[in-house]
């Protein structure tokens, strides 16, 4: 073994080890036994089984135990719900070297590899959830059989700053092909860590069949039997090393060029591999099986950039990032006692137009009780039910329902023009015109015909919810759910206590948050919360930079090198000038010149343009040439990183006064807001991380966010 047993102990004491054993089952119509190797961590399904230094031992061990036993068949499947899930990601902080990373990427390999190389015929019974490492052992296996109600198929590392290192790069093109190697290794892990289904990943050539939950176990070895026995072949694709794989080359680099800018080692190497990966062929050592793979030279170069990127920021960055979302999120920080929560029956929405049709569709799917929306008139009602059910009957041509649940669904979904409909509803939403005054007379209106129990909620982006309440009769009942667009997409709820709001309202927001699968973070009633606040300062300073004479090409592209998933300007379009200069004037009334309000963004509202950027057939960026008429420049350019460093600079500050007011309990829950609810990458660590190890924090503040070498690569 590349890494002993005494050294694994020794640099991770703490490992939840992940242990192997092997036991030989009869199965029939074979000779010999099956060796039949479990992997298990000795927790419950709540817990996924990992792979750390000392689980690849006892793999090891255990796959001595199963070859020594000249089986029929050498088959590894994991504990009730779980195959594996990949690395042990909660032990890379305690790389303390790279050449500690690289024995570990090592080891990895040479383990899952004897299971590639075997003469003796080897299978993954995958029954249920599987991801990075525990899916490239499985594609160590000659043959894979997957159970029907796997919960999760992924390969996630890209979306963390890492890639498959212990053989999926290498691995998976030579299986399915590269295009689909690149839209499960990239495109999927850039696309907020999409999963597969088990149909798709059998379909893809992944898995070569997919069996019942049942009885998954014996239809395995069975289906092993007929493998063995040259009853069943199993057919593999014809693999196009040429134009086919340029082709997939060139749009995974459009893909990762398009999400992360170059700013993630990972997905940088994850390319560089995938390229590689093209000239690992070999003869076939098994009949029927996969053609054997020359794996010695890919191998050796995933081994050499996984220990380079086990020892970068951006992966302990993207590890930080990951652990918020996983522990803090599901834990919401000042959440009362659940156990305050009011049940919720019936929905309402007041509003009808697309953001209140969109939250309809959401409550009906997730909660799944009787919604009503109200609007003014019957037209807008008729079009907002009439968006649910076309949406829900998406959902079914896609297969995502079944035709009795599309029909419940729509039948639960309901239009009245009269907010009487409220009466017996339990939590009431609205999402009409942002001006203070209409929501506090479409509460004052609602109020009239609910319970005093009923909570009453609000989407606003950026007014005072404690002054919305100010004139009911029951102020403690209102609460801010601030929802993030596309709302079936952005996983985060921001939820907003007002002044008055009492712990059972909020306790029930939360409660509806998790049933609604969103990620809640409990926010003080501060103008425009967290992300909207902290993004209309960060787009306030590069619009002061264009309207002092910087270039729109210069400002737009300055914060690149952090790969942000979209430009300021480009977020402007997306979010809507109008809105956008209305959040401003807003910050601007709250908080002074901090939130500057752009003279040129007020002529460029007037006009009714909706963006900067034209693009031509081409996809060739330019500067409508009406917005530049129209935008008056002054006579002080700042280059691409002046504008950079004023807008981290004004971030830096903005964070600071928010956590000195007390917005959030601390600073990770801005890191949370924004990795959920804006996209900032995960691989730059939330931001108060990143402005930490780029020094701004110091500069701005005088200290760091967080403690000393969050985030950050041990000290050499």
């Known amino acids: 073994m590349t890494l002993s047993i005494e050294d694994a102990k020794a640099a991770f004491p703490d490992e939840v080890v992940t242990t192997a054993t092997t036991r030989l089952i009869s199965v029939p119509g074979l000779a010999k ?9 000795g927790l419950d399904h709540t817990r996924p089984s990992t792979f750390g230094p000392q689980g690849l031992i006892s793999l090891n061990a255990a796959l001595d135990e199963a070859f020594a036993a000249d089986p029929a068949a050498i088959a590894v499947t994991g504990k009730p719900f779980i195959f594996a899930v990949g690395a042990d990601l909660s032990g890379v902080e305690q790389v303390a070297s790279r050449d500690l990373a ?3 990427a090592s080891t990895g390999h040479e383990v899952f590899r004897r299971l590639t190389d075997s003469t003796i015929p080897t299978f993954a019974f995958v029954n249920g959830a599987v991801m990075g490492g525990g899916l490239e052992l499985a594609l160590s296996c000659h043959y894979r059989t997957l159970i029907s109600n796997a919960a999760a198929i992924a390969f996630p590392e890209c979306f963390l700053g890492l890639f498959p290192g212990w053989g999926g790069t290498q691995l998976l093109p030579n299986l399915i092909g590269a295009d689909a190697a690149v839209k499960v290794i990239i495109e999927n892990a850039l696309n907020q860590n999409k999963m597969l289904k088990p149909a798709e990943a059998v379909s893809l050539g992944i898995t070569d069949v997919l069996l019942d939950s049942a009885d998954y176990l014996e239809q395995s070895l069975l289906w ?13 694709k014809e693999i196009d090393r040429g134009s086919g794989w340029d082709a997939a080359l060139a749009r995974a680099k459009a893909v990762a060029d398009g999400k992360t ?9 994850a390319l560089e591999l995938l390229e590689l990966a093209r000239d690992c062929v070999g003869t076939d050592p098994l009949s029927g099986a996969r053609p054997h ?17 086990l020892m970068t920021d951006e992966l302990r960055a993207g590890l930080y990032s990951f652990n918020l979302v996983n522990t803090r999120a599901r834990r919401p920080a000042g959440a009362p ?6 049940p919720v029956t019936k929905v309402g929405v007041v509003g009808a137009g697309l953001m209140a049709s969109q939250l309809a569709l959401l409550f009906v799917r997730r ?38 649940e599309a029909n419940r669904l729509k039948a639960l979904v309901s239009g009245s023009l009269d907010k009487a409909a409220f009466a017996d509803a339990d939590f009431v939403i609205e999402a009409v015109f942002e001006e203070l005054s209409v929501k506090q007379q479409v509460f004052a209106e609602v109020e009239e015909f609910v319970s005093a129990e009923c909570v009453l909620a609000t989407n606003t982006s950026s007014l005072s919810i404690t002054d919305m309440a100010s004139k009911l009769k029951h102020p403690e009942r209102v609460v801010g759910f601030h929802f993030f667009n596309p709302v079936a997409v952005l996983p985060l709820l921001e939820i907003i206590r007002a002044g008055q709001t009492d712990d059972a309202t909020l306790a029930t927001a939360f409660s509806v948050g998790k049933q609604l699968k969103k990620s809640c973070v409990l926010v003080k009633d501060a103008p425009a919360f967290v992300v909207n606040r902290l993004l209309t300062r960060f787009l306030g300073e590069v619009l002061a930079a264009v309207d002092e004479g910087t270039p729109f090409e210069v400002a737009d592209s300055a914060l690149a090198p952090l790969g942000l998933p979209m430009s300021p300007l480009v977020l402007l379009q997306l979010v809507g000038p109008a809105v956008a200069l209305h959040v401003a004037e807003t910050m601007h009334g709250a908080f ?24 031509d057939a081409q996809g060739k960026q330019s500067v409508d040439p009406e917005v530049a008429e129209l935008w008056t420049l002054g006579d002080k350019p700042s280059t691409a990183e002046q504008v950079r460093d004023r807008a981290l600079n004004a971030l830096a500050e903005e964070v600071g006064l928010m956590l000195a007011d007390g917005v959030v309990a601390e600073a990770q829950d801005i890191d949370l807001c924004l990795l959920l609810g804006a996209g900032w990458p995960f691989w730059l660590g939330g931001i108060t991380p990143y402005l930490d190890r780029a020094g701004v924090s110091e500069r701005v503040n005088g200290k760091p966010f967080l403690a000393q070498g969050v985030a950050s690569v041990p000290a050499k």
């Open 261 to 269: 800018h170059g700013a993630s080692p990972g997905v940088t190497k």
């Open 592 to 615: 002074g010149d901090r939130f500057g309000v752009s003279e040129n963004m007020r002529k460029f509202v007037a006009a009714g343009k909706a963006a900067v950027w034209t693009w």
């Open 33 to 41: 036994p099956v060796a039949l190797v479990t992997l298990d961590n």
């Open 367 to 404: 909660l799944k009780v009787p919604v009503v929306l109200t609007d003014v008139d019957q037209a807008r009602v008729d079009k907002g039910v009439g968006y649910v059910h076309a949406e829900i009957d998406k959902l079914l041509a896609k297969s995502r329902v079944s035709a009795d």
């Open 293 to 309: 793979l020359d794996l010695t030279a890919g191998y050796a170069a995933e081994t050499e950039a996984l220990a380079d990127v």
């Open 224 to 236: 092993l039997a007929g493998v063995v026995n040259g009853e069943i072949t199993v057919p593999r």
């Open 337 to 342: 006692d659940k156990k305050l929560a009011r």
């Open 102 to 104: 690289f024995q570990i």
